[in-house]
């Protein structure tokens, strides 16, 4: 059973720049595709962004791209979304996710239910 516990939510104003964090407890981390997913309050849950095994490649949805960056270290088992220029839309809880994939699949892995394991979820909130 993997654990994945994200970190770094909070309060902050439109415009500034926060940085989540998500903690793997299984060493199989870099099998696994990563992914992002945020739920705003009334809101269904949608797909943020991902990042591959080896973390060449990412994929964000049309609303953070440029914004924000996921990033992974295979050998401390995180993987790191840097926000930046958040706006209110943005407030959510925010989820990492891992799907184990084969060796050479290639995303977007946009499908929420495609993911194997979950965090608890980190909320941020964004003040106008």
């Known amino acids: 059973q993997v654990q994945l516990v994200e970190s770094g939510g909070g309060l902050v104003q439109a415009g500034d720049s926060l940085r989540l964090s998500c903690a793997a407890s299984e060493r199989t981390f870099s099998s696994a595709a990563m992914g992002w997913f945020r739920q705003a309050p009334g809101k269904e849950r949608e797909f943020v962004t991902a990042i591959g095994r080896g973390g060449g490649s990412t994929y964000y949805a049309d609303s953070v791209k440029g914004r924000f960056t996921i990033s992974r270290d295979n050998a401390k088992n995180t993987v790191t979304l840097q926000m930046n220029s958040l706006k209110p839309e943005d407030k959510a809880v925010y989820y990492c996710?891992?799907?184990?994939?084969?060796?050479?699949?290639?995303?977007?892995?946009?499908?929420?239910?495609?993911?194997?394991?979950w965090g608890q979820g980190t909320q941020v909130t964004v003040s106008s």
């Open positions: 996710a891992a799907k184990y994939v084969k060796y050479g699949s290639s995303g977007p892995y946009l499908r929420e239910s495609s993911y194997d394991y």
